[in-house]
């Protein structure tokens, strides 16, 4: 089944506690074509980029099946420039940059060859463009996955609610699922967002995994302890487009597959965070990712008899 990916291509300029980048490639968009790529082809990508934004970017995604005929290029103007630095913890950042540049004006156009596309999924964007975007689509997607993050919340929360409501599944951090809901309460958020228009809830927790919410029914999927965790940044769009990639793979949008798919996308999370921007992503084999699934079955697999 096809995918349709929107969200953006960007610049970032990244400071962990093991190092710092200067402009590398990123935007959650890129990501989430990444990541999904490895599931399904093609990824039919939604984005907007200067022309500063490398070619040879451009076509390393296009040998992974990501078609590009809905990335707008903007001649005389620079891509999306987000800069951030982690904690120690390396769970939580400060932004410390966030140049809109060519997203100021990103007025999207969906074109015809991706119509008809059954999955969705909506990276970290402005709400108002990712609600351009549904509406642009006919027949509607049979399942619309949206992310989204605090800086949105801050600055554009009523346009928020607005995307929500057309969606079914949205994806947050807990600190953000508390922002939207205004519940301290984990449990509570969800059942509260779960009244705003998705009928599933993915919460991730960084290093502590994710919860998927639906109805009365939760799945917990943890994180692999990892060794080493050189760089978060992504690893929130690279689990959804995981997740998205193998639901679309599959074609089955069942509770079921929906756990599944969560621990595809905290699969391959694992190995975003392995190296600075989406490096890692683009040398991972098939048997590198089915073996970390693995790991990932045997972290929770126990036997219980009780009497
Ligand atoms: P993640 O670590 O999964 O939250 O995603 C980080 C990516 O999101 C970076 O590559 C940034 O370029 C991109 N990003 C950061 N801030 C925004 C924003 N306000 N809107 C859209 N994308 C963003």
């Not at 990508?45 to 809905?70: C, H, K, W």
């Not at 800069?83 to 999207?108: C, E, I, Q, W």
């Not at 928020?160 to 969606?167: D, G, K, N, P």
């Not at 756990?259 to 084999?285: H, N, Q, W, Y």
Request: negative net charge; charged residues 20%.
């Amino acid at each position: 089944m096809s995918l349709i990916a929107v969200g953006t291509m960007a610049f970032d300029a990244i400071e962990t506690p093991f190092g710092k980048t200067d402009r590398i490639v990123g935007g959650s968009a890129t990501y989430v074509a990444y990541a999904s790529s490895y599931f399904v082809q093609p990824v039919h990508q939604v984005s907007i980029v200067g022309n500063d934004f490398p070619a040879e970017e451009m076509n390393e995604l296009r040998s992974r099946g990501v078609q590009l005929e809905g990335v707008e290029v903007v001649p005389d103007k620079k891509s999306f420039f987000w800069s951030g630095k982690y904690h120690l913890d390396m769970n939580s950042r400060d932004t410390l940059v966030t140049d809109l540049n060519v997203l100021a004006d990103f007025n999207p156009r969906i074109p015809d060859s991706y119509q008809g596309a059954a999955f969705l999924m909506l990276g970290n964007l402005d709400p108002v463009i990712q609600k351009q975007v549904i509406g642009q689509l006919n027949p509607r997607p049979k399942l619309i996955v949206m992310d989204t993050m605090n800086f949105w919340m801050d600055i554009k929360m009523p346009q928020l609610l607005e995307t929500l409501r057309l969606t079914d599944v949205l994806l947050v951090n807990d600190s953000e699922a508390r922002q939207l809901s205004g519940e301290f309460s984990i449990v509570k958020a969800a059942r509260k967002i779960l009244t705003m228009g998705p009928k599933y809830l993915i919460i991730k927790k960084g290093e502590h995994g994710a919860l998927l919410f639906h109805e009365k029914q939760v799945f917990f999927a943890p994180a692999l302890p990892l060794e080493e965790v050189f760089d978060p940044t992504g690893a929130g769009d690279t689990f959804a487009g995981g997740f998205i990639g193998y639901l679309a793979k599959t074609n089955d949008i069942s509770f079921n597959n929906m756990k599944t798919a969560i621990i595809v996308g905290s699969a391959m999370a694992s190995f975003c965070v392995e190296k600075f921007g989406p490096e890692r992503l683009k040398d991972v084999s098939k048997g590198e990712i089915d073996g970390r699934i693995q790991e990932f079955v045997d972290l929770v697999s126990f036997d219980i008899e009780l009497s």
